[in-house]
């Protein structure tokens, strides 16, 4: 991505949990989650000017990160990417059908990550 137009993350992202929220969501602590952010398991960003990092809630499903986000993630880092283009990507319609993210959580994540790897780099 790396252009210079700043995403919407709030237009593109419906639901954000804070840290708080998704250590509960995840039944892990704070810390941790900051742990997974830093390892690139999952992203955060500022959504709108002054709310503080939160992480989207759709990258959580039933007490779990999303199956292949931190593999899709890692991908997206190692292009030099960081993780507002990440979450944009993956929240911007695209030609799966859908958004990246519908197919992650749908378990077709497969095409997402082939796609995400020509992307990056």
């Not at 990092?53 to 997206?76: C, D, S």
Request: proline share 5%; net charge negative; aromatic share 6%.
């Amino acid at each position: 991505m790396n252009n210079s137009v700043e995403p919407d993350l709030a237009a593109l992202v419906d639901e954000w949990l804070d840290w708080a929220q998704t250590a509960e969501a995840l039944g892990v602590s704070v810390n941790q989650v900051r742990t997974m952010i830093r390892e690139h398991h999952l992203a955060a960003a500022v959504p709108v000017e002054g709310a503080g990092q939160k992480v989207p809630a759709g990258f959580v499903h039933e007490g779990e990160i999303v199956k292949g986000l931190p593999g899709l993630l890692t991908v997206f880092h190692d292009g030099g990417w960081d993780d507002r283009e990440c979450i944009a990507w993956i929240y911007t319609e695209a030609d799966l059908p859908g958004r990246p993210i519908d197919a992650l959580r749908e378990n077709r994540g497969a095409e997402v990550k082939r796609r995400a790897q020509v992307e990056a780099f």
